[in-house]
Nanobody, 120 residues
Framework: QVQLVESGGGLAQPGGSLRLSCATSGFTFSRYAMSWARQAPGKGLEWVSGIYGDSSGTYYTDSVKGRFTISRDNDKSTLYLQMNSLNAEDTTLYFC?????????????RGQGTQVTVSS
């Protein structure tokens, strides 16, 4: 059974940092590209960042380039998102999602999400 469990969300001040984690099980983690996505209430799912199975490639949406860093530990089957210079527009629910194969991103299956709130 594929499982993805996000953690690390919470309250951060503008300009602050958070590190999200996504613990996975039920599949061979290193064989899949992984992604982070987010969804604000009443809005569609927005893909934020992705990383290939072997970490040879990463991708970021324009709004987070230079602020967010995606990484993975294949030995621990865990995905990470280091978020720096947070602003109010980053406030939303963040999901991790498995890709279709090692070099193709996807948004399903995905976890239940972790809430990030940026406020002073």
């Amino acid at each position: 059974q594929v499982q993805l469990v996000e953690s690390g969300g919470g309250l951060a001040q503008p300009g602050g940092s958070l590190r999200l984690s996504c613990a996975t099980s039920g599949f061979t983690f290193s064989r899949y590209a992984m992604s982070w996505a987010r969804q604000a209430p009443g809005k569609g799912l927005e893909w934020v960042s992705g990383i290939y199975g072997d970490s040879s490639g990463t991708y970021y949406t324009d709004s987070v380039k230079g602020r967010f860093t995606i990484s993975r530990d294949n030995d621990k089957s865990t995905l990470y998102l280091q978020m720096n210079s947070l602003n109010a527009e980053d406030t939303t629910l963040y999901f991790c999602a498995r890709g279709k194969n090692s070099f193709t991103y996807g948004l399903s299956p995905r976890g239940q999400g972790t809430q990030v709130t940026v406020s002073s």
